[in-house]
T-cell receptor
Framework: RKEVEQDPGPFNVPEGATVAFNCTYSNSASQSFFWYRQDCRKEPKLLMSVYSSGNEDGRFTAQLNRASQYISLLIRDSKLSDSATYLCVFYNQGGKLIFGQGTELSVKP | GAVVSQHPSWVICKSGTSVKIECRSLDFQATTMFWYRQFPKQSLMLMATSNEGSKATYEQGVEKDKFLINHASLTLSTLTVTSAHPEDSSFYIC???????????FGPGTRLTVL
Protein backbone atom coordinates (compact mmCIF):
# COMPACT_ATOMS: atom_id res chain seq x y z
CA ARG A 1 0.00 0.00 0.00
CA LYS A 2 1.31 3.45 -0.90
CA GLU A 3 2.39 5.70 1.95
CA VAL A 4 0.04 8.42 0.71
CA GLU A 5 -2.66 8.48 -1.95
CA GLN A 6 -4.50 11.30 -3.60
CA ASP A 7 -6.93 11.40 -6.47
CA PRO A 8 -4.87 13.11 -9.19
CA GLY A 9 -7.95 14.65 -10.80
CA PRO A 10 -8.23 16.92 -12.64
CA PHE A 11 -11.21 18.43 -10.89
CA ASN A 12 -12.87 20.87 -13.26
CA VAL A 13 -15.31 23.14 -11.44
CA PRO A 14 -17.09 26.40 -12.23
CA GLU A 15 -16.29 29.59 -10.35
CA GLY A 16 -18.16 29.73 -7.06
CA ALA A 17 -18.37 25.98 -6.64
CA THR A 18 -17.42 24.09 -3.52
CA VAL A 19 -14.86 21.34 -4.02
CA ALA A 20 -13.34 18.81 -1.65
CA PHE A 21 -10.18 16.71 -1.84
CA ASN A 22 -9.24 13.72 0.24
CA CYS A 23 -5.90 12.18 0.97
CA THR A 24 -5.28 8.84 2.67
CA TYR A 25 -2.13 7.76 4.45
CA SER A 26 -1.08 4.27 5.40
CA ASN A 27 1.04 4.72 8.53
CA SER A 28 -0.93 5.55 11.64
CA ALA A 29 2.25 6.99 13.22
CA SER A 30 2.30 9.79 10.66
CA GLN A 31 2.06 13.21 12.20
CA SER A 32 1.91 16.91 11.41
CA PHE A 33 -0.25 17.14 8.33
CA PHE A 34 -0.34 19.96 5.81
CA TRP A 35 -1.90 21.01 2.56
CA TYR A 36 0.45 22.63 0.08
CA ARG A 37 -0.42 24.34 -3.16
CA GLN A 38 1.78 24.02 -6.23
CA ASP A 39 1.33 26.11 -9.33
CA CYS A 40 2.59 24.89 -12.68
CA ARG A 41 6.39 24.86 -12.83
CA LYS A 42 6.70 26.40 -9.37
CA GLU A 43 7.72 25.19 -5.95
CA PRO A 44 5.09 23.98 -3.45
CA LYS A 45 3.84 26.58 -0.99
CA LEU A 46 2.28 25.92 2.37
CA LEU A 47 -1.47 26.50 2.25
CA MET A 48 -2.38 25.43 5.76
CA SER A 49 -1.62 23.01 8.53
CA VAL A 50 -4.22 20.40 9.44
CA TYR A 51 -5.24 20.00 13.06
CA SER A 52 -7.14 17.13 14.65
CA SER A 53 -9.99 19.41 15.60
CA GLY A 54 -10.30 20.75 12.07
CA ASN A 55 -9.35 24.25 11.09
CA GLU A 56 -10.50 26.96 8.77
CA ASP A 57 -8.72 29.75 6.94
CA GLY A 58 -11.11 31.90 4.99
CA ARG A 59 -12.63 29.79 2.23
CA PHE A 60 -10.44 26.80 3.09
CA THR A 61 -11.30 24.13 5.66
CA ALA A 62 -8.99 21.27 6.55
CA GLN A 63 -9.83 18.19 8.57
CA LEU A 64 -7.94 15.22 9.91
CA ASN A 65 -9.52 11.85 10.63
CA ARG A 66 -6.94 9.74 12.42
CA ALA A 67 -9.24 6.76 12.84
CA SER A 68 -9.77 6.45 9.09
CA GLN A 69 -6.34 7.86 8.28
CA TYR A 70 -7.29 10.59 5.90
CA ILE A 71 -7.19 14.34 5.66
CA SER A 72 -9.43 16.55 3.61
CA LEU A 73 -9.45 20.02 2.14
CA LEU A 74 -12.65 21.88 1.35
CA ILE A 75 -12.61 24.99 -0.82
CA ARG A 76 -15.74 27.13 -0.84
CA ASP A 77 -16.66 29.76 -3.40
CA SER A 78 -13.87 28.70 -5.79
CA LYS A 79 -11.95 31.45 -7.54
CA LEU A 80 -10.09 31.25 -10.83
CA SER A 81 -6.90 31.84 -8.86
CA ASP A 82 -7.50 28.64 -6.90
CA SER A 83 -6.52 26.65 -10.00
CA ALA A 84 -3.42 24.70 -8.97
CA THR A 85 -2.32 21.31 -7.74
CA TYR A 86 -3.00 20.63 -4.08
CA LEU A 87 -0.52 18.41 -2.28
CA CYS A 88 -1.19 16.39 0.82
CA VAL A 89 1.96 16.46 2.96
CA PHE A 90 2.95 15.02 6.32
CA TYR A 91 5.92 14.05 8.43
CA ASN A 92 6.49 10.34 8.63
CA GLN A 93 7.75 8.48 11.67
CA GLY A 94 11.33 9.15 10.61
CA GLY A 95 10.77 12.90 10.51
CA LYS A 96 10.77 13.20 6.73
CA LEU A 97 8.26 15.20 4.76
CA ILE A 98 6.19 12.94 2.53
CA PHE A 99 4.35 14.45 -0.43
CA GLY A 100 1.28 13.11 -2.14
CA GLN A 101 1.05 13.07 -5.90
CA GLY A 102 -1.27 16.05 -5.78
CA THR A 103 -4.80 16.76 -6.93
CA GLU A 104 -5.16 19.09 -9.87
CA LEU A 105 -7.90 21.69 -9.64
CA SER A 106 -9.07 23.77 -12.57
CA VAL A 107 -11.63 26.50 -11.87
CA LYS A 108 -13.43 27.71 -14.98
CA PRO A 109 -15.27 31.01 -15.47
CA GLY B 1 8.45 33.75 5.70
CA ALA B 2 12.07 32.84 5.17
CA VAL B 3 13.51 33.08 1.66
CA VAL B 4 15.37 30.36 -0.18
CA SER B 5 16.82 30.93 -3.62
CA GLN B 6 17.99 28.49 -6.27
CA HIS B 7 20.26 29.06 -9.20
CA PRO B 8 19.88 28.51 -12.05
CA SER B 9 16.10 28.47 -12.43
CA TRP B 10 16.43 26.40 -15.57
CA VAL B 11 19.25 24.75 -17.46
CA ILE B 12 19.56 22.84 -20.71
CA CYS B 13 22.66 20.73 -21.19
CA LYS B 14 24.07 18.02 -23.40
CA SER B 15 24.15 14.42 -22.31
CA GLY B 16 27.36 13.61 -20.44
CA THR B 17 27.94 17.04 -18.95
CA SER B 18 27.72 17.95 -15.27
CA VAL B 19 25.36 20.53 -13.89
CA LYS B 20 25.63 22.34 -10.56
CA ILE B 21 22.57 23.73 -8.80
CA GLU B 22 22.91 26.14 -5.89
CA CYS B 23 20.49 26.53 -3.01
CA ARG B 24 20.83 29.50 -0.68
CA SER B 25 19.00 30.55 2.44
CA LEU B 26 18.92 34.33 2.19
CA ASP B 27 17.80 35.51 5.60
CA PHE B 28 18.41 32.64 7.97
CA GLN B 29 20.97 29.98 8.74
CA ALA B 30 19.98 26.59 7.40
CA THR B 31 21.37 23.78 9.48
CA THR B 32 19.67 21.24 7.26
CA MET B 33 18.92 21.35 3.55
CA PHE B 34 16.89 18.89 1.56
CA TRP B 35 17.02 18.08 -2.14
CA TYR B 36 13.92 16.84 -3.92
CA ARG B 37 13.19 15.78 -7.47
CA GLN B 38 9.82 15.94 -9.17
CA PHE B 39 8.92 14.32 -12.47
CA PRO B 40 5.84 15.53 -14.39
CA LYS B 41 2.54 14.62 -12.72
CA GLN B 42 4.37 12.98 -9.83
CA SER B 43 5.04 13.88 -6.23
CA LEU B 44 8.18 15.43 -4.85
CA MET B 45 10.63 12.70 -3.95
CA LEU B 46 13.32 13.32 -1.37
CA MET B 47 16.75 12.61 -2.80
CA ALA B 48 19.00 13.51 0.10
CA THR B 49 19.32 15.39 3.35
CA SER B 50 22.41 17.42 4.11
CA ASN B 51 23.58 18.94 7.35
CA GLU B 52 26.12 21.71 7.33
CA GLY B 53 29.64 20.39 7.54
CA SER B 54 28.80 16.71 7.21
CA LYS B 55 28.15 14.22 4.45
CA ALA B 56 24.69 14.05 2.94
CA THR B 57 22.33 11.20 3.70
CA TYR B 58 20.89 9.77 0.50
CA GLU B 59 17.54 8.07 0.09
CA GLN B 60 17.37 4.53 -1.15
CA GLY B 61 17.88 4.31 -4.88
CA VAL B 62 19.65 7.66 -5.23
CA GLU B 63 23.24 7.32 -6.43
CA LYS B 64 25.52 9.42 -4.26
CA ASP B 65 28.30 9.37 -6.84
CA LYS B 66 25.97 10.75 -9.48
CA PHE B 67 24.25 13.38 -7.34
CA LEU B 68 27.00 15.12 -5.40
CA ILE B 69 25.83 17.29 -2.54
CA ASN B 70 27.93 19.82 -0.71
CA HIS B 71 26.72 21.83 2.28
CA ALA B 72 29.81 23.81 3.15
CA SER B 73 28.14 26.71 4.91
CA LEU B 74 24.98 27.48 6.82
CA THR B 75 23.53 29.36 3.86
CA LEU B 76 24.61 27.34 0.84
CA SER B 77 24.15 23.82 -0.44
CA THR B 78 24.96 22.61 -3.93
CA LEU B 79 23.74 19.64 -5.93
CA THR B 80 25.87 18.52 -8.85
CA VAL B 81 24.35 16.13 -11.36
CA THR B 82 27.36 14.40 -12.84
CA SER B 83 27.37 12.97 -16.36
CA ALA B 84 23.75 13.94 -16.85
CA HIS B 85 21.53 11.85 -19.09
CA PRO B 86 18.07 12.54 -20.53
CA GLU B 87 16.44 10.50 -17.76
CA ASP B 88 17.85 13.00 -15.24
CA SER B 89 15.67 15.70 -16.77
CA SER B 90 13.42 16.80 -13.95
CA PHE B 91 12.43 19.61 -11.60
CA TYR B 92 14.93 19.81 -8.72
CA ILE B 93 13.78 21.63 -5.61
CA CYS B 94 15.71 22.36 -2.46
CA UNK B 95 14.36 23.26 0.93
CA UNK B 96 16.03 24.59 4.01
CA UNK B 97 15.30 24.26 7.70
CA UNK B 98 16.66 26.68 10.26
CA UNK B 99 17.94 26.29 13.74
CA UNK B 100 14.58 27.00 15.34
CA UNK B 101 11.43 25.10 14.48
CA UNK B 102 10.72 22.33 12.04
CA UNK B 103 9.35 24.23 9.06
CA UNK B 104 11.01 23.74 5.71
CA UNK B 105 11.23 26.66 3.29
CA PHE B 106 11.33 25.74 -0.37
CA GLY B 107 13.40 27.21 -3.13
CA PRO B 108 11.75 28.06 -6.46
CA GLY B 109 13.18 24.98 -8.14
CA THR B 110 15.51 24.31 -11.05
CA ARG B 111 14.23 22.76 -14.22
CA LEU B 112 16.90 20.57 -15.81
CA THR B 113 16.61 19.38 -19.38
CA VAL B 114 19.27 17.03 -20.67
CA LEU B 115 19.38 16.65 -24.44
Amino acid sequence: RKEVEQDPGPFNVPEGATVAFNCTYSNSASQSFFWYRQDCRKEPKLLMSVYSSGNEDGRFTAQLNRASQYISLLIRDSKLSDSATYLCVFYNQGGKLIFGQGTELSVKP
Amino acid sequence: GAVVSQHPSWVICKSGTSVKIECRSLDFQATTMFWYRQFPKQSLMLMATSNEGSKATYEQGVEKDKFLINHASLTLSTLTVTSAHPEDSSFYICSARGVIGNEQFFGPGTRLTVL
